[in-house]
Antibody
């Protein structure tokens, strides 16, 4: 069973870079099965996909965050990481890492299905 | 404003049937992209509940079912139980945004 665990600072100052790491167990991120993803949830709000990366190098970043986001893989540690630059109070949220599978319709395989989730990590942006 | 629109809340009595709608557009549900549903209890991560419109992962009771038609999808819960009280989210892909999109979520209250 794939398990994911987020780690990183719970408090980040405005204008700094938010950095989180997700440690994966039960599967190798090099196996090329999952898109390794970050999703966030603002307080008492819905879910927002930040982006994901595939072992081959394929990436997707939410257009609203693209200029500030990077997601990278560390295959030696079976981890993947999120960096979000120039944060503001609006970036305060619970950040989830997740493993997503590609999901095909009759016309494309662009959809994703988030099969496995970490427990979430609350990050507060405040001075 | 979410790309996929869900009612903020629904409620029902134990044993009843409730449905949660998810309304999209021609660039997501209407473009033949499937919908997935997630269940989230307070303070916990979402859990995949329905995938590919109407499929249940192993372990999900058959009281939960999904459907999709055109630009709309629905999650139905029959034989409502108190432990079903949670938030429910729909999710799909949007070709205009070129990315995954979620509904705003629906809070289910079991009266």
């Amino acid at each position: 069973q794939v398990q994911l665990q987020e780690s990183g600072p719970g408090l980040v100052k405005p204008s700094q870079t938010l950095s989180l790491t997700c440690t994966v167990s039960g599967d190798s991120i090099r196996r090329g099965v999952y898109y390794w993803s970050w999703i966030r949830q603002h307080p008492r709000k819905g879910l927002e996909c930040i982006g994901y990366v595939f072992y081959s190098g394929t990436t997707y970043f939410n257009p609203s965050l693209k200029s500030r986001v990077n997601i990278s893989l560390d295959t030696s540690k079976n981890q993947f990481s999120l960096e979000l630059a120039s944060v503001t109070a609006a970036d305060t949220a619970v950040y989830y890492c997740a493993g997503a599978k590609g999901f095909c319709s009759s016309s494309s395989c662009l959809n994703r299905r988030f099969d496995h989730w970490g427990q979430g990590s609350l990050v507060t942006v405040s001075s | 404003q979410s790309v996929l629109t869900q009612p903020p809340s629904v409620s029902g009595a134990p044993g009843q049937r409730v449905t949660i709608s998810c309304t999209g557009s021609s660039s997501n549900l209407g473009a033949d992209y499937d919908v997935h549903w997630y269940q989230q209890f307070p303070g916990t991560a979402p859990k995949l509940l329905i995938y590919g419109n109407d499929n249940r992962p192993s372990g999900v009771p058959d009281r939960f079912s999904g459907s999709k038609s055109g630009t709309s999808a629905s999650l139905a819960i029959t034989g409502l139980q108190t432990e079903d009280e949670a938030d429910y989210y729909c999710q799909s892909f949007d070709s205009s945004l070129s990315g995954v999109v979620f509904g705003g979520g629906t809070k289910l209250t079991v009266l």
